[in-house]
């Protein structure tokens, strides 16, 4: 999911909320404050700031309620449906407003005030929400957030959706090229095309093969999936069902981590890091002195890993090794404990310096990561980092697991850290990626320092 499609995600959030908080001050205008005091005159005057107070806690209440009747799911519902589940959630929230009144025994005086604010709530969030989808359509017609869809196939629903995307560009889909059928000479055509973002298979015929190669194809190039289709069997969990120019369409995501999950998980990993930062200030202090008396060469080791999508950042890390240490690894290959996969490990390696061979123990090199983490580079929990030469050999299936980013910890690493075989660390990715879930990191974290102190498969 684009950068700017979480933004408008994450915006109606506090444009949910600020239009809750217009509607209750609203209400309490027409009641107080205007000629329809005349009308009904008012017996028991409610104090603004202690009404307000009640506005701004049942506005707060009605989110997690929004977000149950479906309002902030990350993918695009038709807007009948979401104006219907405004309806739902601000009847739904009354109930919330009406139990805060048996603590504020004044507000019991002015239904009028309930009434209107529960009728106003669904005209300013439905407002809101329009407003929303109109930036969204507008910075699409201009090519903002726009996704770039690669379609297969030539029958009457690539037809469909060919002409319907032209007709409305502000689903923000553009269609960038067309090809007749999958296959190899596809991929390595797809593989040379430029920004592309989604594969679309709109064969309704495809046989179940091809949906799966396709998809597999597509997760490991880092594309998002969707295919037209009657009602076929899919291969995981993690699917969605939606229009498309009138076609309906099934949407494969390799992992959970998509819309809310993937802001929760940023927002996690930047209040995380932070504080490992503090708390870790006066340890990584200490080793850096102590790296610096130990032997020649920088603080800190910085070279080239892969992150997310398959692309390159600059990983760093405490200095455990002799500077040129990289270079020799070439004639240590043969004494790879990992021989015949991407990785290399060994142990008693040469290459260590003193003090390298005990924060490596520790796992206290790689403290620096938490920085990575506050950037955007690496998240708390991931897959690891590898360099550019191990990927290269990856297996396709391998590469799936560049689809998130990468992490300083992960459940590979407290089920056994270095001993894995490069496979069974791979499927644990797999499995980390499709079931992933707020508690899941936590548990990871958690687990994480008893893995580092029983010190299995340091190296």
């Known amino acids: ?27 309490y205008v027409l009641r107080f404050e205007s000629s329809y005091t005349s009308v009904r005159p008012v017996l028991t005057r409610l104090e603004f700031w202690a009404y307000w107070s009640t506005v701004l806690t049942v506005g707060a209440i009605m989110i997690p309620i929004f977000a149950l009747a479906g309002l902030y799911v990350s993918r695009r519902i038709h807007i009948r449906t979401e104006l219907l589940r405004v309806v739902l959630g601000c009847s739904a929230g009354i109930v919330a407003l009406i139990m805060m009144m048996f603590w504020q025994q004044e507000m019991f005086s002015s239904r009028f005030v309930v009434l209107v604010a529960w009728g106003l709530a669904i005209l300013t969030v439905g407002a809101g929400r329009l407003l929303v989808r109109l930036l969204e359509s507008v910075l699409a017609v201009y090519g903002f957030g726009v996704k770039n869809v690669v379609v297969i196939g030539t029958g009457h629903a690539a037809e469909e ?41 709109a064969d309704l015929d495809a046989p179940k093969r091809t949906v799966l190669d396709a998809m597999n194809f597509a997760e490991e190039n880092h594309f998002s999936f969707v295919y037209a289709a009657d009602l076929l069997e899919t291969a995981t969990k993690n699917v969605d069902i939606a229009t498309y120019a009138g076609i309906p369409v099934i949407s494969i995501k390799p992992t959970r981590l998509e819309g ?83 990785m290399f490990k060994m142990k008693n390696d040469p290459r260590v310096t003193r003090v390298g061979k005990y924060i490596r123990k520790a796992s206290i090199d790689e403290l620096p990561e938490f920085f990575l983490v506050f950037m955007g580079r690496m998240s708390l929990v991931g897959p690891r980092p590898h360099l550019p030469e191990e990927v290269a050999r990856y297996e396709p299936h391998q590469r799936k697991v560049h689809n998130i980013k990468p992490g300083i910890t992960g459940i590979a690493q407290i089920s056994g850290r270095a001993d894995l075989a490069f496979d069974e660390e791979v499927r644990l990715d797999m499995f980390y990626m499709e ?23 340091a190296v």
């Open 161 to 201: 959706l060919t002409r319907g995307f032209a007709r409305s560009p502000s689903l923000g889909l553009r269609i960038i090229h067309q090809y007749k059928t999958f296959d190899r000479a596809t991929c390595t055509e797809i593989l040379k095309l430029e920004n592309a973002d989604e594969l679309l298979l």
């Open 435 to 457: 079931n992933w879930s707020p508690w899941l990191d936590i548990y990871i974290l958690f687990k994480t320092p008893l893995a580092v102190f029983s010190k299995k498969g």
């Open 260 to 342: 809310w999950g993937r802001i929760f998980k940023r927002a996690f990993d930047l209040v995380g890091a932070s504080i490992l930062i503090v708390l870790a200030s006066p340890i990584m202090l200490a080793v850096a002195i102590l790296i610096k008396l130990d032997s020649p060469g920088p603080i800190l080791y910085s070279q080239k890993r892969v992150g997310e999508r398959g692309r390159e950042f600059n990983y760093f890390k405490f200095r455990s090794m002799r500077v040129g240490a990289h270079a020799e690894r070439a004639e240590l290959e043969h004494l790879n404990e990992r021989a015949g996969s991407p």
């Open 1 to 27: 999911m684009k950068r700017l499609q979480l933004f408008l995600l994450a915006l109606r959030v506090p444009v949910d909320y600020a239009a809750l908080i217009l509607a209750g001050y609203i209400a």
